[in-house]
Nanobody, 130 residues
Framework: QLQLVESGGGLVQPGGSLRLSCAAS????????VGWFRQAPGKAREGVSC????????YYGDSVKGRFTISRDDAKNTVYLQMNSLKPEDTAVYYC???????????????????????WGQGTQVAVSS
Protein backbone atom coordinates (compact mmCIF):
# COMPACT_ATOMS: atom_id res chain seq x y z
CA GLN A 1 0.00 0.00 0.00
CA LEU A 2 1.37 3.40 -1.00
CA GLN A 3 1.13 5.71 1.98
CA LEU A 4 2.72 8.16 4.38
CA VAL A 5 2.24 7.60 8.09
CA GLU A 6 3.00 10.22 10.71
CA SER A 7 3.85 9.44 14.32
CA GLY A 8 5.34 11.10 17.37
CA GLY A 9 2.65 13.58 18.29
CA GLY A 10 1.36 14.04 21.79
CA LEU A 11 0.89 16.39 24.70
CA VAL A 12 3.91 18.37 25.86
CA GLN A 13 4.48 21.32 28.18
CA PRO A 14 5.62 24.69 26.82
CA GLY A 15 9.35 24.63 26.26
CA GLY A 16 9.34 20.90 25.65
CA SER A 17 10.31 18.88 22.60
CA LEU A 18 8.80 16.31 20.28
CA ARG A 19 10.09 14.49 17.23
CA LEU A 20 7.62 13.69 14.49
CA SER A 21 8.24 10.96 11.95
CA CYS A 22 6.85 10.63 8.44
CA ALA A 23 7.38 7.11 7.16
CA ALA A 24 6.70 6.11 3.58
CA SER A 25 5.68 2.64 2.51
CA UNK A 26 5.35 1.28 -1.00
CA UNK A 27 7.41 3.94 -2.74
CA UNK A 28 10.93 5.43 -2.49
CA UNK A 29 10.66 8.62 -0.48
CA UNK A 30 14.12 9.75 -1.60
CA UNK A 31 12.68 10.72 -4.99
CA UNK A 32 10.28 13.18 -3.38
CA UNK A 33 10.40 16.55 -1.68
CA VAL A 34 8.68 16.19 1.69
CA GLY A 35 6.91 18.82 3.67
CA TRP A 36 5.42 19.15 7.12
CA PHE A 37 2.22 21.17 7.41
CA ARG A 38 -0.04 21.99 10.29
CA GLN A 39 -3.55 23.17 10.85
CA ALA A 40 -5.03 24.42 14.08
CA PRO A 41 -8.78 24.71 14.67
CA GLY A 42 -10.16 27.76 12.92
CA LYS A 43 -6.86 28.58 11.26
CA ALA A 44 -5.51 28.20 7.75
CA ARG A 45 -3.20 25.35 6.85
CA GLU A 46 0.43 26.39 7.27
CA GLY A 47 3.63 25.11 5.72
CA VAL A 48 6.01 24.36 8.59
CA SER A 49 9.10 22.99 6.87
CA CYS A 50 9.99 21.32 3.60
CA UNK A 51 13.06 19.41 2.44
CA UNK A 52 14.12 18.68 -1.10
CA UNK A 53 14.70 15.24 -2.53
CA UNK A 54 18.31 15.57 -3.61
CA UNK A 55 20.04 18.94 -3.24
CA UNK A 56 19.60 19.43 0.47
CA UNK A 57 17.48 22.56 0.24
CA UNK A 58 15.31 23.26 3.25
CA TYR A 59 12.59 25.79 3.94
CA TYR A 60 11.28 26.81 7.36
CA GLY A 61 8.27 28.91 8.09
CA ASP A 62 9.04 32.09 10.00
CA SER A 63 7.15 30.92 13.07
CA VAL A 64 9.37 27.88 13.56
CA LYS A 65 12.81 29.08 12.43
CA GLY A 66 15.46 28.33 15.03
CA ARG A 67 13.19 25.90 16.91
CA PHE A 68 12.32 23.15 14.42
CA THR A 69 14.67 21.01 12.35
CA ILE A 70 13.67 18.85 9.41
CA SER A 71 15.80 15.92 8.30
CA ARG A 72 15.52 12.82 6.22
CA ASP A 73 16.88 9.29 6.48
CA ASP A 74 16.43 7.81 3.04
CA ALA A 75 17.70 4.43 4.21
CA LYS A 76 14.69 4.30 6.53
CA ASN A 77 12.36 5.96 3.99
CA THR A 78 11.50 8.49 6.68
CA VAL A 79 11.52 12.25 7.22
CA TYR A 80 11.67 13.74 10.70
CA LEU A 81 10.65 17.00 12.28
CA GLN A 82 12.46 17.79 15.53
CA MET A 83 10.46 20.37 17.43
CA ASN A 84 12.13 22.18 20.32
CA SER A 85 11.06 25.07 22.53
CA LEU A 86 7.45 24.30 21.80
CA LYS A 87 4.85 27.00 22.37
CA PRO A 88 1.09 26.77 22.88
CA GLU A 89 0.63 28.29 19.44
CA ASP A 90 2.34 25.24 17.93
CA THR A 91 -0.72 23.21 18.88
CA ALA A 92 -2.19 21.74 15.69
CA VAL A 93 -2.61 18.61 13.63
CA TYR A 94 0.66 18.04 11.80
CA TYR A 95 0.71 16.12 8.59
CA CYS A 96 3.36 15.33 6.02
CA UNK A 97 3.12 15.30 2.26
CA UNK A 98 5.39 14.29 -0.61
CA UNK A 99 5.68 15.74 -4.10
CA UNK A 100 7.85 14.55 -6.96
CA UNK A 101 8.06 17.83 -8.81
CA UNK A 102 8.28 21.01 -6.78
CA UNK A 103 10.64 23.32 -4.96
CA UNK A 104 10.71 23.52 -1.19
CA UNK A 105 9.66 27.17 -1.22
CA UNK A 106 6.68 26.52 -3.48
CA UNK A 107 5.72 23.41 -1.57
CA UNK A 108 5.77 25.16 1.80
CA UNK A 109 4.36 28.56 0.87
CA UNK A 110 1.69 27.69 -1.68
CA UNK A 111 -0.25 25.39 0.60
CA UNK A 112 -3.05 23.38 -0.93
CA UNK A 113 -5.42 20.62 0.15
CA UNK A 114 -3.75 17.37 1.18
CA UNK A 115 -5.22 15.43 -1.72
CA UNK A 116 -3.44 17.69 -4.21
CA UNK A 117 -0.05 16.36 -3.12
CA UNK A 118 1.35 13.18 -4.65
CA UNK A 119 1.13 11.51 -1.23
CA TRP A 120 -0.08 12.71 2.14
CA GLY A 121 -0.58 11.30 5.60
CA GLN A 122 -3.52 11.42 7.94
CA GLY A 123 -1.85 13.61 10.51
CA THR A 124 -0.72 13.48 14.12
CA GLN A 125 -1.97 15.76 16.90
CA VAL A 126 0.48 17.98 18.76
CA ALA A 127 -0.78 19.75 21.87
CA VAL A 128 1.37 22.19 23.84
CA SER A 129 -0.13 23.05 27.18
CA SER A 130 0.75 23.33 30.82
Amino acid sequence: QLQLVESGGGLVQPGGSLRLSCAASGFPLDLYAVGWFRQAPGKAREGVSCISSSDGRIYYGDSVKGRFTISRDDAKNTVYLQMNSLKPEDTAVYYCAADRVTTVRVMCTMTRPPNEHDYWGQGTQVAVSS
